[in-house]
């Protein structure tokens, strides 16, 4: 099984901050990386796929990189409604895998 | 609107038996692969169950092959995860996920119920 790992685990910023998770997967995965926001006690909500590809809806403050092994999900000026959990998932192969997720949380 | 409404958790004994089901609508639903992910109580989330549009391909977890078993009515619309010997590490809250894209196996998960809560516990 491929491993994912993100970095940090938790986070503490503050409106207006610029905020950088990042993923690394235990082998090459090329783009296959899909990233989730989960808010307490909600379902997760598909951001981005294709490690850099915006799904509908999702503001453009929100952006991804990366290829291979090394990601990146990146918010540019952290909104109120952006404390959340984050996860990346590899769809390169079965079965899918997810990192342990991100917490960012209000300064 | 895409809507995924699970049903079918509660509380268990270890050993016993679930059928979750997840109502679809809002899409074509025998266009689309369908899975189960579950979240453990403050954990993260873990990939349970693939099944193809068609029905004709399944994938299991390793964690629960043998124990689970995936399948979809296309008829009614409904996926359903049969979970049997069920062990208290399965207790989690069950979200059922739809296919990003149609006629594919790409395990990207574009939509999402609210989940149902399985709890086994004696």
């Known amino acids: 099984d491929i491993q994912m790992t993100q970095s940090p685990s938790s986070l503490s910023a503050s409106v207006g901050d610029r905020v950088t998770i990042t993923c690394r997967a235990s082998q090459s995965i090329s783009t296959y990386l899909n990233w989730y926001q989960q808010k307490p006690g909600k379902a997760p909500k598909f951001l981005i796929s294709?490690?850099?590809s915006l799904q509908s809806g999702v503001p453009s403050r929100f952006s991804g990189s990366g290829s291979g092994t090394d990601f990146t999900l990146t918010i540019s000026s952290l909104q109120p409604e952006d404390f959340a959990a984050y996860y990346c998932q590899q769809s390169y192969s079965s079965p899918p895998t997810f990192g342990q997720g991100t917490k960012v949380e209000i300064k | 609107q895409v809507q995924l409404v699970e049903s079918g958790g509660g509380v268990v004994q270890p050993g016993g038996s679930l059928r979750l089901s997840c109502a679809a609508s809002g899409f074509t639903f025998t266009k689309y692969g369908m899975h189960w992910v579950r979240q453990a109580p403050g954990m993260g989330l873990e990939w349970v169950a693939y099944i193809r549009s068609d029905g004709g391909h399944k994938d299991h977890a390793d964690s629960v092959k043998g124990r689970f078993i995936i399948s979809r009515d296309n008829s009614k619309n409904t996926l359903y995860l049969q979970m049997n010997s069920l062990r208290a590490e399965d207790t989690a809250l069950y979200y059922c996920?739809?296919?990003?894209?149609?006629?594919?196996?790409?395990?990207?998960?574009?939509?999402w119920g609210q989940g149902t809560l399985v709890t086994v516990s004696s």
């Open positions: 996920a739809k296919e990003d894209k149609d006629y594919g196996d790409y395990f990207a998960f574009s939509s």
């Open positions: 294709a490690a850099s």
